[in-house]
């Protein structure tokens, strides 16, 4: 089970760190990603997280987003930067165990979600 939190209402430029707690075993052994869903829009794919701890980002959010995980507290986050109106959405974290490298953009893949969290940035 994840439980995501951290959203709320930011200006452009400003920052907001997004946190995702796991319930569970083996955590460190998950891949774990952060999806997004502005409205009328697909879900797609910001950031994800190998065990291995490499990381692997949407060129829209390269260099202003970072995905991090700490084992220990079973929790994910996705630390945003240089946050832009275009940036606005629903924030969703997942996890999955046997995700291969050229799955882990789509979110079809993913077999756990938490509930998401809102973002929204103003001009």
């Known amino acids: 089970q994840l439980q995501a939190s951290g959203g709320g209402l930011v200006q452009a430029g400003g920052s907001l760190r997004l946190s995702c707690a796991a319930t569970g075993p083996a955590f460190s052994r998950y891949t774990l990603g952060w999806f997004r869903q502005a409205p009328g829009k697909d879900r797609e794919f910001v950031a994800a997280?190998?065990?291995?701890?490499?990381?692997y980002y949407a060129e829209s959010v390269k260099g202003r987003f970072a995905i991090s995980r700490e084992n220990a507290k079973n929790t994910v986050y996705l630390q945003m930067n240089s946050l832009e109106p275009e940036d606005t959405a629903i924030y969703y974290c997942a996890a999955d165990s046997s995700i291969i490298l050229s799955s882990l953009r789509l979110y079809e893949q993913y077999k756990n979600w938490g509930q998401g969290t809102q973002v929204t940035v103003s001009s």
């Open positions: 997280i190998r065990y291995s701890g490499h990381t």
